[in-house]
């Protein structure tokens, strides 16, 4: 590690352009530049050394130039990606942060980064476990599960839930969490060894590979004979249509994402949605840093999963700063295997 205030190279994964229809690796490209590895004087920024990177399906939505609300800005073209990760303290401005903290939070992807909007970090207290967790079952992936399963559904024990996407950074937790509330859980996925991952390791009653499935209708009615009473939404288009017709009685339908959209110049309809009155389904879509404050409770919950062996968490692993692209095209191909992270960590 370079002397502080020393100026040293900074790889950098550099946005290209706006992309239209699917991603290529193409559109982020490696590139070096130069960091002062001081604050600059006067500031409250924080200046890290990042170790892990997260990649995470909305950060597809930030490739498209807004044309109208979002949660979240677009990226600058010219300027590097930007998302979660895990990082170390190098020096800070910011008075609840010090040399040396772990943190995560919002960073750049790149090796060192100046952090200027701080309230987006939060400091690492426990680390007994991965670091790398605070990308995914311990940070937002986590919280976003947390959230949409008990805040949004309100499970009850004996329900019927159905997950899409259940391998996933999100699924793979949600359907663990309806399994310790005491549901009968299902979920889907895109490989066999995805769905074999659903049954044997994270403990999934039954699980599918939709794939292989011509009728999805005719496939959920099959694992949900009585109906769905909580479907934790990943996917969209043509799988919400068909769990609509099969959702129960005052079911509900936590929004969390739709990855089967994020690539289409024009979205799917939806056909199926006269079910929502039909059958009293309460359909809610959520933003999860809305629901921050919730943290500390959430993550002293899960770190007692993770202590007793309740949970279980998957990652999918790469390494280098130079892999960042194609790990996050991998997303939307479905080669991940549980959580995508990369790792910056050195040898």
Not at 152 to 173: D, H, R, T
Request: aromatic share 12%; hydrophobic share 35%.
């Amino acid at each position: 590690m370079a002397d502080a205030g020393a100026e040293v190279s900074n790889n950098r994964i550099i946005f290209r352009d706006y992309v239209t229809g699917f991603p290529k690796e193409s559109d982020m490209v490696l590139s070096s530049g130069k960091i002062t590895l001081k604050v600059p004087e006067g500031t409250k920024a924080v200046l890290v050394k990042n170790l892990y990177l997260s990649c995470d399906p909305y950060m597809r939505g930030r490739m498209r130039k807004l044309d109208g609300p979002s949660y979240v800005d677009s990226f600058v073209p010219g300027s590097p990606l930007s998302g979660y990760g895990v990082a170390e303290v190098l020096d800070s401005g910011y008075p609840d942060l010090k040399k040396g903290d772990l943190v995560w939070g919002l960073t750049g992807w790149e090796e060192y980064s100046l952090i200027s909007q701080t309230e987006t970090l939060f400091k690492i207290q426990d680390t007994d476990v991965p670091l790398s967790y605070y990308t995914g079952l311990l940070g937002m992936p986590g919280m976003t599960a947390y959230i949409g399963f008990y805040e949004i559904c309100f499970p009850k024990k004996g329900e019927f839930v159905y997950i899409s996407a259940a391998s996933g950074a999100v699924g793979q937790l949600v359907g663990q969490f309806a399994k310790l509330t005491g549901c009968y859980v299902v979920g889907s996925a895109g490989s066999k060894k995805k769905v074999e991952l659903l049954k044997n390791k994270l403990g999934f009653d039954e699980a599918f590979n939709y794939k292989e499935e011509p009728d999805l209708n005719a496939a959920l009615k099959r694992y949900f004979p009585e109906g769905i009473d909580i479907y934790f939404e990943n996917v969209g288009g043509s799988m919400l249509d068909a769990v609509l017709l099969n959702m129960r009685n005052h079911g509900r339908i936590s929004v969390c994402g739709m990855i089967s959209q994020y690539n289409l110049e024009k979205t799917e309809g939806v056909h199926n949605l006269m079910q929502l009155f039909i059958k009293r389904v309460r359909m809610e879509g959520f933003i999860v840093t809305d629901h921050y404050d919730k943290y500390p409770k959430f993550v002293e919950e899960v770190r007692q999963y993770l202590k007793e062996g309740k949970i279980v968490y998957v990652e999918d692993t790469v390494k280098g700063l130079e892999n960042a692209p194609a790990a996050l095209i991998g997303l939307f191909t479905g080669r991940n295997l549980g959580k995508q992270v990369v790792s910056l960590e050195e040898e």
